[in-house]
């Protein structure tokens, strides 16, 4: 991963490469309006530039999760990430789950809705992609792991056990 000081120091970088949700977007390295400043987060750049308000800030320090995005299948708090150190690498955002094609719910979304494990949902979508990188990693977790994996996502209007359900439900799904 690229630091601050070797982006500041690579002064001919004009332009970085992301892809988000499968679509590839070279964005302009500036302070202009068009432009990504490199003091960007991720988080902003995704939600201000990109238009991709599924992404929620809630804490803006790290310590909450909602912002959490998945990069090369990874999570990641992208309200802690610049944008600029993104560069080369793939974001998965709420919005590339499921099928674009028939509208149909990501097994794990389909799961929260069937298990009610959200009310506001301002937190669900780092929720969400916190599970299925689980998931991904972990077909059959224990909810135990569940717990875990979830540890750093915190909501503050539901029980988190209808989550727990909801991650539980949507492993044995997919076996």
């Known amino acids: 991963m690229k630091t601050l000081a070797d982006i500041v120091n690579t002064v001919e970088v004009s332009t970085i490469?992301?892809?988000?949700?499968?679509?590839?977007?070279?964005?302009?390295?500036?302070?202009?309006?068009?432009?990504?400043?490199?003091?960007?987060?991720l988080a902003h750049t995704l939600r201000e530039t990109l238009g991709l308000t599924g992404t929620k800030v809630g804490c803006d320090g790290g310590a909450c999760g909602a912002c959490t995005v998945l990069m090369d299948g990874k999570p990641?708090?992208?309200?802690?990430?610049?944008?600029?150190?993104?560069?080369?690498?793939?974001?998965?955002?709420i919005e590339g789950l499921g099928d674009p094609l028939n509208g149909k719910l990501d097994p794990i979304q389909q799961a929260f809705v069937d298990n009610t494990a959200f009310q506001c949902g301002f937190c669900t979508p780092g929720i969400i992609l916190?599970?299925?990188?689980?998931?991904?990693?972990?077909?059959?977790?224990?909810?135990?792991?569940?717990?875990?994996?979830?540890?750093?996502?915190?909501?503050?209007?539901?029980?988190?056990?209808?989550?727990?359900?909801?991650?539980?439900?949507?492993?044995?799904?997919?076996?």
């Open 130 to 175: 916190t599970a299925k990188a689980l998931l991904d990693e972990n077909p059959s977790p224990t909810e135990s792991e569940v717990k875990e994996a979830l540890a750093g996502n915190h909501c503050r209007c539901i029980s988190h056990y209808h989550v727990v359900e909801a991650v539980m439900a949507a492993a044995r799904n997919r076996r």
């Open 17 to 41: 490469t992301l892809t988000v949700n499968g679509r590839q977007y070279e964005l302009e390295i500036g302070g202009h309006p068009d432009e990504v400043d490199p003091a960007h987060t």
């Open 76 to 93: 990641i708090l992208s309200c802690m990430m610049l944008t600029v150190e993104a560069d080369g690498k793939s974001i998965t955002t």
